[in-house]
């Protein structure tokens, strides 16, 4: 019903810079949030950014001053700029949207695919 196609990913080394965006398509009325996670091995999946279709945005503490979310409300994409990247930064990083398919219906979280971000010298 609902894609989420991710591209941007790769190796970066620290302190480079890498620019994630993610397309939302399928059977979309409305979307309430599209924002980025990201998983490292081990760890659990932790939210890093997250913008609303009026533009609040919420970051986690550790991307701060670093990293920038944007969207696009009519093109249904989300970018993630990430500056400053160190190595902890490393996971594969995923996009989730909030997504009415029709107006009779509750918003309903999707996922990407995921895109691997390796920060290594």
């Known amino acids: 019903q609902v894609q989420l196609v991710e591209s941007g990913g790769g190796l970066v080394q620290p302190g480079g810079s890498l620019t994630l965006s993610c397309a939302a398509s399928?059977?979309?009325?409305?979307?309430?949030?599209m924002g980025w996670y990201r998983q490292a091995p081990g760890k659990q999946r932790e939210l890093v950014a997250a913008?609303?279709?009026?533009?609040?945005?919420n970051y986690q503490d550790s991307v701060k001053g670093r990293f920038t979310i944007s969207g696009d409300n009519a093109k249904n994409t989300v970018n993630l700029q990430m500056n400053s990247l160190k190595p902890e930064d490393t996971a594969v990083y995923y996009c989730?949207?909030?997504?009415?398919?029709?107006?009779?219906?509750?918003?309903?979280?999707?996922w990407g695919q995921g895109t691997q971000v390796t920060v290594s010298s």
């Open positions: 913008i609303t279709s009026r533009g609040a945005t």
């Open positions: 399928g059977m979309i009325f409305s979307i309430y949030v």
């Open positions: 989730n949207a909030d997504v009415k398919t029709s107006a009779g219906t509750n918003y309903k979280g999707y």
